[in-house]
C-alpha cells in the first residue's frame, strides 16, 4: 500500500468509515476498520471504487494519507 483516503458516510450518530486504498498487485481495495480490515469491494479501477463509495452516500475525509 502506498496511500489511502479515508471515506465517510454521515448519516448515523458517529460517522461510519471506510478505507480506499491502492493494493500491492494495482487494484483498489475498500475495506471496513470496523470489521477488522475486511474487504468490501475491489477493482482495477480508482473511479469504479470512487462511484461505489459515492452510491452509499459516503463522502471522502479532506486529504490523502500516504504510508
Do not use: C, H
Amino acid at each position: 500500500m502506498q496511500w489511502y483516503e479515508i471515506w465517510s458516510d454521515e448519516s448515523f450518530e458517529a460517522p461510519y468509515l471506510l478505507i480506499l486504498s491502492d493494493s500491492e498487485n494495482g487494484e483498489f481495495i475498500i475495506t471496513d476498520p470496523k470489521e477488522n480490515g475486511k474487504i468490501v469491494f475491489r477493482t482495477s479501477k480508482y473511479e469504479e471504487a470512487k462511484l461505489w463509495l459515492l452510491e452509499d452516500e459516503y463522502t471522502l475525509v479532506d486529504g490523502r494519507m500516504t504510508d
